[in-house]
């Protein structure tokens, strides 16, 4: 599965705003892949920023 959806789904069934650590932590992948799901996400507009470093799915 790609790592994008990885943790766009892994943020949906949390529920609650997660910053990079917390994604490392929930899915086990190496942070540099996370960082650049979630650069891919922000920029597809899939996932917002309700406060500083935290990511939620839309």
Known sequence: ???KIIVLE???KEGIPLNAG???DL???DR????KAMAE???EGLI???KRCFWQAK
């Not at 540099?32 to 960082?35: E, I, L, Q, R």
């Open 1 to 3: 599965m790609e790592a």
């Open 10 to 12: 892994t943020m949906k």
């Open 22 to 24: 917390k994604i490392v």
């Open 27 to 29: 899915v086990n992948l």
């Open 32 to 35: 540099k892949v996370v960082d």
């Open 41 to 43: 996400l922000k920029a």
């Open 48 to 50: 917002v920023s309700p």
